[in-house]
Structures are given as structure tokens and as C-alpha cells.
Nanobody
Framework: VQLQESGPGLVKPSQTLSLTCTVS??????????WSWIRQPPGKGLEWMGA???????TYNSSLKRRASISRDTSKNQFTLQLSSVTPEDTAVYVC?????????????RGQGTQVTVSS
């Protein structure tokens, strides 16, 4: 299974960030897997942001105050993160992965990550 993040590397404050994770080698609708978005700000630890299950149910980290939304396109085997009202504090490496948790050991597959900078 391979995951690849895509999206803009630079976003302006107050805009909505949109990132897509393309999965190959396995279906996002198969079995009971959970597909997550995680981020790591510079010099800080992992932050699990939210996830979508193989059945399409979603769950989010409450610390994001409802700014995050995850959806999927099963025809393309992709799932997407949208983060609204971004600020410079949202600058981080964003990673999509299979699994859920606060440590990299909780994920069996993950993308290489994509740097997102929030700046005017």
C-alpha cells in the first residue's frame, strides 16, 4: 500500500487548505481500515487531525474546533482534508496514513508528507 499527499505548499491566512491523499495498492473501502490525516509542526510532536473509515464515517480532533473536514472519492481511491480559517500556527508537515493514534507506530502505512506553510 502506498499513499501520496498532494496540494499547495503555501496558503494565505484565513484561507482554506485542501490536501488530497491518493492511495494505491489497496482500496480505501476495504475491510475496516481507518485513514487518517496527521500533522507535525516544526519542532513539535505529531497531531492526529482526523480520520475517515472504510465505511465513510469521519471523526476529528476536537482541538481543531471544527475547522477540519475529511471526505473521499472512492472512484479515485482518494481522501481529502480541508482545513478552514488557517493561521500561521497551521504551518506543518501534513501526512496521510492508515491507522489512528498519536505515534507513528500506530500507522502501518503512511505517505512521505507534504510541507504546508501559512503565510501572507
Amino acid at each position: 500500500v502506498q499513499l501520496q499527499e498532494s496540494g499547495p505548499g503555501l496558503v494565505k491566512p484565513s484561507q482554506t487548505l485542501s490536501l488530497t491523499c491518493t492511495v494505491s495498492g489497496g482500496s480505501i473501502t476495504a475491510n475496516y481500515y481507518i485513514w487518517s490525516w496527521i500533522r507535525q509542526p516544526p519542532g513539535k510532536g505529531l497531531e492526529w487531525m482526523g480520520a475517515i473509515t472504510s465505511r465513510g464515517s469521519t471523526t476529528y480532533n476536537s482541538s481543531l474546533k471544527r475547522r477540519a473536514s475529511i471526505s473521499r472519492d472512492t472512484s479515485k481511491n482518494q481522501f481529502t482534508l480541508q482545513l478552514s480559517s488557517v493561521t500561521p500556527e497551521d504551518t506543518a508537515v501534513y501526512v496521510c496514513a492508515r491507522g489512528v493514534g498519536s505515534n507513528w507506530d500506530d500507522y502501518d502505512y503512511r505517505g512521505q508528507g507534504t510541507q504546508v506553510t501559512v503565510s501572507s
